[in-house]
């Protein structure tokens, strides 16, 4: 039995045109442009109450991936400097790890739980995603949350 998948990745223009209002609503007031609900949803011509039904389930793609906490779940060897040099790819590109959990190494391999921050990123989460699976200690790596 297959379940259906919680989150999707839609394409703007695919997108019923009320998500869209939203998120320009929401982003009106992020970036102060309007200062209260409603002004913020009458300059993107919806109602308040629409505004309130969808606040928190649109938000744009980059808002999860750029500027916010993001966690990593990394598989390493175990093998002197693994976690060091996996957090020198972190550090070399601007992101700054807030948090660290390794659990004990067993079958000759540890996970690594790590959240960062990225809004300093000097590359794409994608490049990052790539260069730290590229570190030779890395067996996998992938986006817990964010």
């Known amino acids: ?13 695919a997108m019923p045109e009320i998500f869209r209002k939203v998120a320009q609503a929401k982003s009106l007031l992020e970036t102060g442009a309007e200062s209260t609900i409603n002004g913020a949803a009458r300059a993107a011509g919806i109602s308040r109450s629409a505004y309130y039904k969808y606040k928190d ?8 991936l750029h500027g916010r906490i993001v966690t990593f779940q990394i598989l390493l060897k175990d093998e002197p400097g693994a976690l060091s040099g996996v957090l020198n790819v972190f550090s070399g590109c601007g992101s700054n790890i807030l948090t660290i959990n390794q659990s ?43």
């Open 1 to 13: 039995m297959s379940s259906v998948p919680k989150y999707f990745i839609v394409e703007a223009d």
């Open 104 to 146: 004990i190494p067993s079958s000759g391999c540890a996970v690594v739980t790590a959240s960062a921050e990225t809004s300093a990123l000097d590359l794409t989460l994608d490049r990052l995603l790539d260069d730290v699976r590229a570190f030779p200690s890395v067996l996998k790596c992938e986006i817990l949350a964010g």
């Open 57 to 64: 389930a649109v938000r744009p793609f980059q808002d999860m």
